[in-house]
């Protein structure tokens, strides 16, 4: 196991619906990320939270609302989502933001479905 | 603008072989250069990590090699078992503020008994 933890696996949800996602870390990590993975493509980064402060969003729509309440959880809101959002959505985090050659510790993902 | 190149996109070989994965890199300043593994339904996991000083380093069967002056990186694998099929990501850290990531398309690995 990594020591990131995603829940839900998996979700299907209509497009006026709202629902969380969940990461939780057990590695004392300070840092956490939000990534999108698309079929075929790059991953994105989508938040970056270091000790509790979100430093980094990267143009990411509003419906899309991150929220991390202490290190070692990281929630990730949705609502009014696009069927272009539907994708594999990874956790990650790291001992510090910034920090040199810290390697990024991934969860295995949420895959959502959006109808 | 920073981009990670992968290729080949997708590669099969047999159980046994030996295989070369390459990535390209046009990122700058650059500081390190990660490879990770992603299985089918799982997330990605670091394999080995180089600095720009480094030219090369092992993991088991996995050998990552870095060339800082033409920009590229390799990943070899000897001896490929069929739980080396998955997703092998580059990844290389710009040194700038943030040190943020760009991450390559991958090369998707099956290997067949």
């Known amino acids: 196991e990594t020591g990131v933890t995603q829940t839900p696996r998996h979700l299907v949800m209509g497009m006026t619906n709202k629902k969380s996602l969940k990461c939780e870390q057990h590695l004392g990590h300070n840092a956490m990320y939000w990534y999108k993975q698309s079929a075929k493509k790059p991953l994105e980064l989508m938040f970056v939270y270091n000790f509790k402060e979100q430093t980094e969003n990267n143009s990411v729509p509003s419906r899309f609302s991150p929220e991390c309440p202490n290190s070692s959880h990281l929630f990730l809101h949705l609502h009014t989502l696009q069927p272009e959002d539907s994708a594999l959505y990874l956790c990650a985090s790291s001992q510090e933001w910034g920090v040199l050659n810290q390697p990024q510790h991934f969860g295995d993902g949420t895959r959502l479905s959006i109808l | 603008k920073n981009q990670v190149e992968q290729s080949p996109q997708s590669l099969i070989i047999l159980e046994g072989k030996n295989c070369t994965l390459q990535?390209?890199?046009?990122?700058?300043?650059?500081?390190?250069l990660r490879w990770y593994k992603q299985d089918t339904g799982r997330g990605p996991v670091s394999l080995t990590i180089m600095t720009f000083s480094e030219n090369t380093k092992s993991n088991g069967r996995y050998t990552a090699t870095l060339d800082a002056d033409t920009k590229q990186s390799s990943l070899h694998i000897t001896a490929s078992q069929l739980s080396d099929s998955a997703s092998y990501i580059c990844?290389?850290?710009?040194?700038?503020?943030?040190?943020?990531?760009?991450f390559g398309g991958g090369t998707r690995l099956m290997v067949k008994p």
């Open positions: 990535c390209n890199y046009t990122v700058s300043p650059f500081s390190n």
């Open positions: 990844v290389v850290t710009s040194n700038n503020a943030g040190n943020m990531l760009t």
